[in-house]
């Protein structure tokens, strides 16, 4: 299993639409924590930048699609929108994004969850 802030070993389905050819593990809420969250090989996850935004945010940035991956597991797990949100921002700080980018992206995706999700109902 390949550390978390290594992993690259995923690929491009269609648009935005990824899957990961290997496994990894997430520790929540804090490196080294006994909460594992363990991403599978095979597993599919999207990164939803909305169109008017992709020249801020890329959505084939690799620091940014982890995150995307944990954030879309806890969801489909039950967790918390905003639980997943601050794991999303977590992730991406694992993964070199800077601290105040983070933010930004923690406070958009969280919007943008609870939009998508108000929409759907």
């Not at 804090?30 to 909460?35: A, F, I, N, R, V």
């Not at 997943?84 to 958009?108: P, Q």
Request: charged fraction near 30%; aromatic fraction near 16%.
């Amino acid at each position: 299993m390949k550390p978390f802030s290594k992993f690259e070993d995923f690929k491009v389905l269609e648009n935005y639409k990824y899957i990961a050819t290997s496994s990894t593990k997430w520790d929540i809420g804090k490196k080294g924590s006994d909460w594992s969250l363990f991403l599978e090989e095979g597993e599919t996850f999207d990164i939803s930048v909305p169109k008017g935004l992709g020249f801020i945010q890329s959505r084939h940035d690799r620091r940014v699609l982890m995150g995307a991956w944990v954030h879309d597991r806890l969801l489909e797990r039950g967790f918390d929108k905003a639980f997943a949100s601050s794991e999303f921002r977590r992730a991406c700080i694992a993964r070199g994004v800077s601290r105040t980018r983070s933010w930004v992206l923690f406070y958009t995706t969280f919007y943008y969850t609870i939009i998508s999700s108000c929409l759907k109902d």
